[in-house]
């Protein structure tokens, strides 16, 4: 059974930081995107980075382009998402999830799903 199990929630202030994880287990994770996702109340769930099985091949919403990097560390089953100068648009629930594929930004494309983690940022 594949688990992802997110940690790094937390409630900064503007223009500060956090670093998101998620250690996935139960599948071959080097094989398979990884991606995070958020999802504000009254929002629908909208994608923030991916990256390919490899690590390689980054992508990023326009909203966190230049601010956030997301890494993935096939030895550790982990992926992280680094989340620098922080807005309050930013604050949502926080989602990794892990594809069906080597690379894709769908979401749909998306089939297991971490529990979620809060980041709030105040202005």
């Known amino acids: 059974q594949v688990q992802l199990v997110e940690s790094g929630r937390g409630l900064v202030q503007a223009g500060g930081s956090l670093r998101l994880s998620c250690v996935v287990s139960?599948?071959?994770?080097?094989?398979?995107?990884m991606g995070w996702f958020r999802q504000a109340p009254g929002k629908e769930r909208d994608v923030v980075a991916t990256?390919?099985?490899?690590?390689?091949?980054?992508y990023y919403a326009d909203s966190v382009k230049g601010r956030f990097t997301i890494s993935k560390d096939n030895a550790k089953n982990t992926v992280y998402l680094q989340m620098n100068s922080l807005k309050p648009e930013d604050t949502a629930v926080y989602y990794c999830?892990?594809?069906?594929?080597?690379?894709?930004?769908?979401?749909?494309?998306?089939?297991?799903w971490g529990q979620g983690t809060q980041v709030t940022v105040s202005s």
């Open positions: 999830a892990s594809s069906r594929l080597w690379w894709t930004t769908r979401t749909s494309d998306y089939n297991t």
């Open positions: 139960g599948r071959a994770f080097s094989n398979y995107a």
């Open positions: 990256v390919s099985g490899s690590g390689d091949s980054p």
